[in-house]
């Protein structure tokens, strides 16, 4: 039996584009991380090779823990990068007549996503993305519901049997069904599933999955619903036999308990659910989600969520304690309809690959990069271009020896060589100089996408705390926070599994949300109030009900479950709507609940827009319901130790080695970070190595490690 502190209780994984992190929490909240490199063609594999990593720290084996476990949360990119890289299964796809052209005419701005402001002005750069279902497997049926849910023309039976038939003969994988104006009436999308299943069963193939927009997302914006549909029938059911492989791969092991997933809402749901799209990015958003628990847990409503992976820099902002949700977002260049944390990525991390331009002879970070195979540092790697890794290795600030705790071997004279070939030469500069403003440029550009985000809000850098976290974010955070006056700085000793942390501090919650489009006009009698206050308390038990379906899949009873409604709401006449959280009883009093919306909505846009910005004499559009609903389980703590003194123990102290910094040569402690106490200061030059990263201290700063093993980093702005 194992010693009581070292039972683990939650297992939470991040399978990243580089690295896959395990994060691992026993019953006192006690917690070690575990680092290896992604398996993309097998993420159990990784997966794997990272919970060993973890378990080593305890001396654990795997036979020995996974029987105690009882959550296990999984983030990984295999759904992503099918989409990315266009290989997800063949699909066919069913739309209203007239509309089958949807994949290849777009909507204007899908054709520009991605693109700076400065290239969005010359619309030549603008082009069509390749369609994920090709024209030919695209085919329209007439009938049609009007914007009010009514049958204007019947649905075209025949012309849905000649559909189903010649998509069979494609012998695609599923069916895709998107109709307009479903999401006020499901009559034909479910009566075009009715005969498709028919058609299957008279001519003897086995039944194809058929995907309903109506039922999976029913909201308005028939495009966005189209795509995020698609999606679940070309991306995600593939990579849900992935899960079932780590999952599968948990019960060798001895794991019986059911793996979950982070989902773009923010909450984590079972790999059987039927909405598994959502699930599409979910290593970033646990990010956010470790961000706002430890928020709450350290008393700081503000904070800017920086995480720098191998392949990009991700910015989120936690504002007054909550992150901020985007409806309409887009993943890969499509726009899709379903809620997300709202999260700003840029194409640059640490794999980054470094090119100069052999036209302008400038300096040229991305947006491709080594992702796993780290730079040609690694000979093993294979890759051939210099990556920003490749540059920290130049300059000293990794050590090549040391590189995930001496797992991996990286070669400086290779990593040297290739910068002065392919940067220095070009330019020519000195090789060391040539490295260092690689790294002042990458530094730069995350600096000024950071700071755009704020003062794109309205803020300013003192207005916030900066968390920086991800393999690569203590090495550069003291870079792209310079010269900015944040609050405080902080780094957690466990940055590189903070997204995996992040996934564990998530709820186990469903989230559903239906288009309503219902009018509240001054001067509305208790009629009409009365019937908008109805409709909106149907949509939500409604959506209840699907809350509970999913929940019951895991044997969740709905007295365990608590419900969050609310509603999304605008000024009548306006685009951009807010969501509005209402109490749970909500049906109790009609025109309280009514009250409790306009009361609420008028809050939040005060916040938002400012106080004298209300105008509740134009009347309220309530465009959308939403609900949300959770059951308990369980979650990490922080550590919490003494602090003893400044100094830090001898113990420590490891060799030293020189560095480059403002173009020379200096030398710079070196720190094991395994073996600091909370309260330790370290003064730079300064690196603070694991085996999972390495921290920069520059000269004329210092880090001071707290009692919840987060180190403070002092800014260097007035």
């Known amino acids: 039996m194992l010693e009581k502190a070292l039972i683990p209780q939650i297992l939470a994984i991040d ?98 996503l991605g693109y700076p402001f400065s290239d969005r002005l010359h619309v030549i750069t603008h082009h069509h993305n390749e369609p994920l279902v090709p024209r030919e497997r695209i085919l329209g049926v007439r009938g049609r519901i009007d914007l009010f849910g009514r049958e204007i023309i019947p649905l075209y039976e025949g012309d849905v049997r000649d559909a189903v038939h010649r998509l069979v003969d494609h012998d695609v994988a599923s069916i895709v069904v998107c109709l307009l104006f479903s999401y006020k009436n499901k009559d034909h999308e479910r009566r075009v599933r009715e005969i498709g299943q028919e ?78 799209a959502r699930t599409m990015i979910s290593g970033p958003i646990g990010g956010v989600v470790g961000s706002k628990f430890l928020s709450e847990r350290i008393d700081v409503p503000n904070i800017a969520c920086t995480d720098i992976g191998g392949t990009s820099f991700d910015i989120a902002l936690i504002t007054d304690g909550e992150f901020s949700t985007k409806h309409a977002p887009d993943i890969g260049r499509i726009l899709l309809n379903m809620p997300m944390v709202r999260i700003d990525s840029v194409g640059s991390g640490t794999g980054s690959y470094v090119r100069v331009n052999p036209i302008t002879n400038r300096i040229e970070i991305g947006p491709d990069s080594a992702g796993a195979m780290i730079g040609v540092s690694w000979p093993e790697g294979g890759v051939e271009t210099v990556t920003i890794t490749d540059c920290n290795i130049v300059l000293g600030y990794l050590n090549p020896d040391y590189f995930l705790g001496g797992d991996i071997t990286l070669s400086r004279e290779r990593a040297i060589d290739a910068v002065r070939a392919q940067i220095a030469d070009p330019l020519g500069i000195d090789v060391y100089q040539a490295a260092a403003g690689v790294l002042e440029l990458f530094e730069d550009q995350l600096k000024n996408s950071l700071l755009g985000l704020i003062l794109g809000k309205g803020y300013t850098p003192e207005s916030y705390t900066l968390l920086c976290y991800g393999g690569g974010g203590p090495l550069h955070v003291a870079g792209y926070s310079q010269g900015l006056a944040f609050d405080d700085i902080l780094v957690p000793a466990w940055a590189p599994g903070f997204s995996a942390f992040g996934c564990a501090c998530g709820e186990y919650a469903y989230r559903y949300d239906k288009t ?49 409604p609310a509603a999304r709401m605008l000024y009548y006449g306006q685009l951009n709507d807010l969501e509005v959280p209402v109490d749970d009883g909500y049906g109790s009093n009609l025109e309280k609940m009514l009250d409790g919306l306009y009361d609420g909505f008028e809050a939040e846009y005060g916040k938002m827009y400012g106080l004298a910005a209300r105008t509740p004499q134009f009347g309220y559009m309530v465009t959308a319901v939403v609900m949300t609903g959770s059951t308990p389980v369980e979650k990490p703590e922080l550590p919490n130790e003494a602090e003893e003194g400044p100094a830090p123990p001898t113990a420590a102290l490891k060799a030293g080695r020189n560095i480059y910094a403002d173009g020379q040569w200096v030398p710079a402690q070196i720190l094991d970070l395994q073996r600091l106490r909370p309260g330790n200061v370290i003064e730079g030059p300064a690196i603070v190595e694991s085996p999972a990263s390495t921290m920069l201290v520059p000269a004329g700063r210092t880090a001071r490690l707290d009692r919840h093993s987060i180190f403070h980093l002092t800014t260097d702005a007035a």
């Open 516 to 564: 309503l489009d219902m009018a509240l006009l001054p001067g509305d009698g208790a009629d009409k109030r009365r019937a908008v206050a109805e409709a909106i308390i149907a949509a939500w038990d409604e959506l209840k009900e699907q809350v509970n379906a999913e929940f019951k899949k895991s044997g969740v009873r709905p007295e365990a479950v608590s419900y969050r």
């Open 15 to 112: 399978a990243g584009g580089t690295m896959t992190d395990t994060f691992l929490i026993d019953q006192d909240g006690n917690f070690v991380v575990g680092k290896a490199q992604t398996t993309p063609h097998d993420e159990s594999i990784g997966f794997i090779q990272s919970a060993k990593d973890a378990l080593n720290y305890w001396d654990l084996g795997l036979d020995a823990s996974f029987p105690h476990l009882k959550t296990g949360i999984y983030s990984g990119t295999a759904m992503l990068n099918r989409l990315l890289e266009r290989k997800g299964r063949e699909v066919g796809v069913i739309v209203s007549g007239g509309m089958e052209d949807y994949l290849r005419t777009e909507r204007a701005i899908q054709t520009y």
């Open 199 to 276: 058609v299957m069963a008279e001519r003897g193939v086995a039944e194809k999955p058929i995907y309903l927009s109506s039922e999976l997302y029913p909201t308005r914006q028939d495009f966005p619903r189209l795509n995020s549909t698609i999606m679940e029938a070309y991306a995600a059911e593939p990579s849900r036999e992935t899960l079932q492989v780590v999952q599968e791969v948990c019960r060798q092991a001895g794991g019986r308990f059911e793996l979950r997933i982070m989902a773009s809402h923010g909450g984590t749901i079972s790999i059987n659910a039927r909405e598994l």
